[in-house]
């Protein structure tokens, strides 16, 4: 099985069955308006701009060829035909065709596509994202051009290391997996818990997301055992000026809860290897925003500045109530920082904030928990 999930081909299809398959598909999709949504779906690019270039007059079929051969080539080619799956379920001979080249594309067809938010800049692109967020596109000049499989993996592995930290009846945050049975959070999440009585009654929920037929995966609810660690954030930081005064070395804001040993299959957790980034450096940042299915958003010019020496990290990509907790990922989905405050000034608001994941790990490890930590 590939790192994806999907079941590739026991022997690489042939020219003449991939000839065959684009006959099939171009049938089947009808016009161009049908294959530009399904390739973007699958990838985020658009079909000339990103694949046939700009000025490609050639017959649908041909189109679909071309398209086949590319995506093969990219290694995509089952992301494209899952979603062409997905999307004609009344079409048998479509999906035969399909799954008799493709036969792991039925398991991958009934996973829930990932929910993204683009944004540039702190301003949402306001477009509808399919399974990849525009990869041949949305990275600026000067920022890494990931592998599409790759990352789609990473993000994959990261979607299921993400919880939402509750409590009964009510969301309170967001938290992930640092270690086998370790959860990071804010401490004002889980000072939130104790205002509200049930710091004993809290939990994380995994695997909580919106599936493609629009229904919602309830997941799996992990009881909180111990809260083995915590530092609060800066007085400041519960006011409407987070910045006077500024926080000391050890206001980190975090808390790190003990969990059961979770059941398999393995979920790994994420490393805080506090990778430095750059003004304007892209951030991704993994959340469950107002306690909703867990989302992805993506800023391609996010990282504002590092402030107060070093103890905390100004970026614009959008976050909103709920969202106290999540991991800051760069491009390469290494761990950047802990989100855990928005301006909380006058709106608009100017600016979201996280800690340096790399005091956080620190703090923890001096204090005698690095064990429960993934090396």
Not at 70 to 81: H, M, S
Not at 289 to 314: M, N, Q
Request: net charge neutral; proline share 9%.
């Amino acid at each position: 099985m590939s790192g994806n999930g999907i079941q590739p081909a026991m022997t690489a299809p042939s020219p003449a069955q991939m000839d065959d398959l684009a006959k099939l598909l171009s049938k089947a999709m009808g016009d161009l308006p049908a294959l530009e949504r399904m390739v973007y779906l699958a990838t985020g690019d658009d079909v000339f701009e990103a694949y046939l270039g700009p000025n490609n007059n050639d017959p649908l079929r041909t189109m679909v060829q071309k398209l086949l051969k590319k995506f093969d080539n990219d290694g995509v080619a089952e992301r494209f035909l899952t979603v062409v799956y997905r999307e004609k379920p009344f079409r048998k001979d479509v999906r035969d065709a399909i799954v008799g080249l493709y036969p792991g594309v039925v398991g991958q067809a009934q996973q829930a596509p990932l929910d993204f938010r683009l944004q540039v800049g702190g301003v949402d692109q306001g477009i509808e994202l399919g399974a990849a967020p525009g990869l041949q596109k949305n990275i600026r000049p000067g920022l890494k051009s990931p592998d599409v499989s790759v990352w789609m993996d990473k993000l994959e592995t990261v979607r299921r290391q993400v919880c939402r930290i509750e409590i009964p009846g009510q969301a309170l945050g967001t938290g992930f997996l640092v270690g086998p049975a370790a959860v990071l959070t804010n401490w004002h999440v889980v000072e939130d818990a104790r205002k509200a009585g049930a710091e004993a009654q809290m939990s994380c929920r995994f695997d909580y997301r919106r599936l493609s037929n629009g229904t919602i995966e309830s997941g799996l609810v992990v009881p909180v055992m111990a809260i083995e660690d915590e530092r609060q954030c800066s007085p400041a930081e519960l006011t409407a000026k987070p910045d006077d005064p500024a926080p000391k070395p050890d206001e980190l804001d975090y808390a790190l809860l003990r969990l059961p040993p979770l059941p398999n299959p393995a979920r790994g957790a994420i490393a805080m290897t506090g990778a430095p980034v750059q003004k304007d450096e892209a951030l991704i940042i993994v959340q469950h925003p107002r306690g909703d299915p867990v989302r992805f958003a993506i800023d391609t010019s996010a990282v504002e500045a590092y402030k107060h020496a070093g103890l905390r990290l100004r970026y614009r990509t959008n976050t909103e109530a709920g969202s106290s907790g999540s991991p800051c990922f760069n491009m390469d989905f290494d761990l950047v920082a802990l989100h855990h405050l928005g301006d909380p000034g006058r709106p608009p608001p100017t600016f979201n904030q996280g800690i340096p994941i790399a005091h956080v790990r620190s703090s923890i490890v001096a204090r005698g928990h690095a064990a429960l930590l993934t090396p």
